[in-house]
């Protein structure tokens, strides 16, 4: 099974407003990644938080840490349209490898 | 600079045959990772490859295979393809594939067998 788990598995919501997605994570970890996926194309890396970080903001984007629950959260601030995608939590295990979550297919209308 | 790029974008294969799929990373990346993405598994990690060496490698029969050349570019056959191989392999390449290290990703190539 994957490593990480998202929730919710599907979000909509209207262009301009919010959206949290969350993750969790079953072992320790020295930092989580955040990626999205446009609809069946590659992954796009949005921003790494370690495990010593509490919370990390980029542009629109937050994403929050509690290793005590291994969890995370990201936070998408001001929805647009184009935001519309799969979001997936990634946990780094060894060279070159991450396990991935299954993901929350986000749908922003506009 | 160019990101990663894979070849084929779209493949269509009958099962028992063989397939090579192709990954160009980055210009001055070392490190090349495979993964298996389906609607029903998610994101599987193959392997990984760095200085033509595979120093990792994920819960997939043998069947999977990959190589590395001296200019870091990287294939990945199947062989024997079943039903269930259908899926968008994925390539992602990194500098160093230092564990944390960003993963750059290509487009992928979709798989059908049929």
């Known amino acids: 099974s994957q490593q990480g788990e998202e929730d919710p598995q599907a979000l909509s919501i209207q262009e301009g407003e919010n959206a949290t997605m969350n993750c969790s994570y079953k072992?320790?970890?020295?930092?989580l990644q955040w990626y999205r996926q446009n609809s069946g194309r590659g992954l796009v890396h949005l921003i790494l938080?370690?495990?010593?970080?509490r919370e990390k903001h980029s542009g629109r984007l937050r994403v929050t840490l509690d290793t005590s629950k291994k969890s995370s959260s990201l936070l998408i601030t001001a929805s647009r349209a184009a935001d519309t995608a799969s979001y997936f939590c990634?946990?780094?295990?060894?060279?070159?490898?991450?396990?991935f979550g299954d993901g929350t297919t986000l749908t922003v209308k506009p | 600079k160019a990101g990663v790029t894979q070849t084929p974008r779209y493949l269509i294969k009958t099962r028992g045959q063989q397939v090579t799929l192709s990954c160009s990373p980055i210009?001055?990346?070392?490190?090349v990772s495979w993964y298996q993405q389906t609607p029903g598994q998610g994101l599987q990690f193959l392997f990984e490859?760095?200085?033509?060496?595979?120093?990792n490698k994920g819960n997939f029969p043998g069947r999977f295979s990959g190589r590395q050349f001296s200019n870091s570019r990287s294939e990945m056959n199947v062989s024997t393809l079943e039903l269930g191989d259908s899926a968008l392999y994925l390539c992602?390449?990194?500098?160093?594939?230092?564990?944390?290290?960003?993963?750059?990703f290509g487009s992928g190539t979709q798989l059908s067998v049929l």
């Open positions: 938080i370690r495990s010593n970080e």
């Open positions: 210009s001055g990346h070392r490190s």
């Open positions: 990634a946990t780094p295990r060894g060279a070159g490898k991450s396990t």
């Open positions: 072992t320790s970890i020295n930092n």
């Open positions: 992602a390449s990194s500098l160093e594939g230092q564990e944390g290290e960003k993963l750059f």
């Open positions: 490859y760095f200085s033509e060496t595979q120093r």
